[in-house]
């Protein structure tokens, strides 16, 4: 993979350096926040050497896979690191549960690398003296001890930080104000019984604790916008804090601190009724779904009760066992798919992706292979809901913050249970076994064989959808089509300023400034039309559709007129682009030309696969 021409054309399909408003990525996906959804060529992205799938909802999800954070680097590189002061507004108007989960998902997300480090330090550090390796009592297990309990200790601190940075407010005042919150000295008056302005404080000890930061950075960012917009700007550089940190710290004491804790109580008080009232039927139910949930991103709605709960009571019960069921089935079923397939290219697919899976990163199985398969899809979810209830039914626990796998499983080791670590162990097998036999037995493999020495009935054949001069794909001065990143096909030259189709079929898509239309053939192909080259930023203007998507189209049938004489006096290339962006599916070859071939005969000839 060309790294820099898989970041450049992902900049360029999301809707450009403008249209971007954040960045961040996790172990798998890069993570935009969008000023405009609509500007997202969805499918084309999809078809990017390097991306294996793209999701919408609140972000724009781009999945990468293992080289996320080398896109990630290049793509920050290509924007020239622009979005530390980008506008965080959006031209889409979003519902207030999207915002919301925008909000969750970019505090959250930053800090599971820092809480997973140290949580899966301190489970080696369990099984090291569980085995007899290292001895619970020594100072050198007390410090490793400390250092891997500090991203828990100081988590107070870390949201502080995330949640400043997505308010874009002063970081290091709104870290001062929950720092204040959990100084040795403010934690010894509150558990004598402190009072403030005659007020009794509630003794709370803050270490550890999410929501009360959330709540008093929340509340600092309101307090510094109104000192900033008041103050006079000689003192405003120690004004505006001082009056921020006088305000916000005896606020967060008196009123969210305690709002805070009783919200994160709530959170696990949730669990424990689930387990109360369901058992194991919760883990094993939540195992099934995972698939669907992380697809959707869904997800990651379940990072805040999960940080909430660890830091609450020190382990979690639900979601982390559960996901050890479900990641574990995800490479069970790759590893048979692996082994029932005879598509070279989905056989290395799925050993990477069952690697991957088995170590925790579920993204490359879910997206490369268990959602193209419905019954790869049902073997994960039935193997998910047998391990997911082998967990619940021997209420494994989980001590760290990681993706559940093979290289994280120390993360149930618990000291006071040595059991707990076995039964882990048992859910891992149970749950790969169930999906490797499930997905052995239910796979079937397409096997794509061209065929030869005869016309396939499905096969089409594409006349030229404009007059001018056909030139091949490579020649066409946009790195993104003339590399193929985007599909198969060709580009003409045009003499005249009409587009139609080369074939029956249905209008799939007109892009907004109706510079670009999709087309789907009766075989299933699925064909993209592009005028001119950066001619979106024409905004429209010298286009006229003459169809809407849905519209069925019969071949010759007008889809769209262009002004090309004013095309290229605004100085654009009016190269037309024709390429089939599901080129996996389609045996694609181009047809010869002649001078004396007419617009009507054909160009390129697309077969379909056949079992």
Request: hydrophobic share 50%; proline share 4%; net charge negative.
């Amino acid at each position: 993979m060309n790294v820099k021409e898989t970041a450049t054309a992902i900049i360029q399909l999301i809707g450009g350096k403008e249209n971007i408003s954040h960045l961040e990525h996790c172990s798998t996906r890069l993570r935009f926040t969008l000023k405009d959804h609509a500007l997202v060529q969805k499918e084309a992205l999809e078809k990017v050497e390097g991306v294996i799938g793209v999701r919408q909802n609140v972000q724009c999800q781009v999945i990468i896979g293992n080289d996320v954070v080398e896109v990630y680097d290049e793509v920050m590189s290509l924007l020239g690191h622009q979005l530390d002061n980008a506008d965080s507004g959006s031209a889409t108007k979003q519902s207030w549960g999207a915002v919301l989960l925008d909000f969750v998902i970019s505090i959250f997300q930053p800090l599971i690398p820092a809480v997973a480090g140290g949580g899966v330090l301190k489970s080696l550090l369990l099984l090291a003296s569980v085995t007899g390796v290292l001895d619970n009592q020594s100072q050198t297990y007390q410090i490793l001890n400390l250092i891997g309990g500090a991203p828990l200790y100081f988590l107070p601190i870390l949201v502080a930080m995330t949640t400043a940075n997505k308010l874009k407010v002063n970081q290091l005042v709104a870290v001062s104000a929950v720092g204040a919150l959990i100084l040795p000295e403010i934690t010894a008056l509150l558990t004598d019984g402190a009072t403030f302005l005659g007020i009794g404080l509630q003794n709370i000890a803050y270490a550890s604790q999410v929501f009360p930061a959330i709540l008093t950075v929340l509340f600092y960012s309101q307090v510094e916008k109104l000192f900033t917009r008041f103050s006079p700007k000689p003192i405003r550089i120690f004004f505006v804090p001082m009056m921020s940190l006088v305000i916000t710290v005896p606020v967060a004491l008196l009123i969210l601190g305690p709002l805070g804790f009783e919200v994160g109580t709530v959170f696990s008080a949730a669990i424990i009724w689930l387990y109360t009232h369901l058992g194991w039927v919760a883990t094993g139910i939540l195992a099934a779904v995972l698939p669907l949930m992380v697809v959707t991103g869904m997800h990651k709605a379940m990072i805040p009760y999960a940080v909430s709960s660890m830091s609450e009571m020190g382990a979690e019960l639900l979601y982390l066992p559960a996901s050890l069921a479900h990641n574990i089935a995800e490479a069970g079923a790759c590893f048979a798919v692996s082994l029932r397939t005879k598509d070279q290219k989905l056989r290395s697919t799925a050993i990477s992706a069952g690697i991957s899976a088995l170590f925790g990163i579920t993204e490359p199985a879910l997206y490369g292979v268990t959602i193209l398969n419905k019954r790869v899809l049902y073997g994960v979810m039935a193997s998910s809901l047998v391990g997911g209830a082998v967990a619940g039914i021997f209420t494994i626990k989980a001590f760290a913050l990681v993706g559940p796998g093979l290289a994280s499983i120390t993360m149930f080791v618990d000291e006071s249970n040595s059991m707990n670590l076995v039964w882990a162990l048992v859910t891992l097998a149970v749950s790969f076994l169930a999906a490797f036999v499930l997905v052995l037995f239910l796979f079937k493999d397409k096997v794509m064989e061209a065929v030869e020495g005869k016309e396939d009935p499905q096969s089409e054949v594409l006349s030229q959808p404009v007059a001018g001069q056909v030139v091949k794909l490579a020649e066409i001065k946009d790195d993104v089509f003339s590399s193929g990143m985007i599909g198969e096909g060709f580009g003409i030259i045009p003499t005249s300023g009409e587009l139609t189709a080369p074939e029956d079929g249905e209008v799939t898509m007109l892009f907004e400034t109706n510079h670009a239309i999709g087309l789907k053939t009766q075989n299933g192909a699925e064909i993209l039309f592009h005028i001119g080259i950066d001619t979106v930023q024409l905004e429209g203007k010298y286009f006229t559709p003459l169809v809407s998507a849905g519209d069925y189209v019969k071949k010759g049938q007008p889809l769209l007129q262009f002004d090309l004489e004013a095309i290229k006096q605004a100085g654009y290339d009016p190269t037309v682009i024709c390429v089939v962006t599901n080129k996996e599916n389609f045996i694609i070859k181009p047809i010869e030309q002649t001078e004396n071939m007419s617009k009507s005969e054909g160009v390129l000839s697309i077969s379909p696969f056949v079992s």
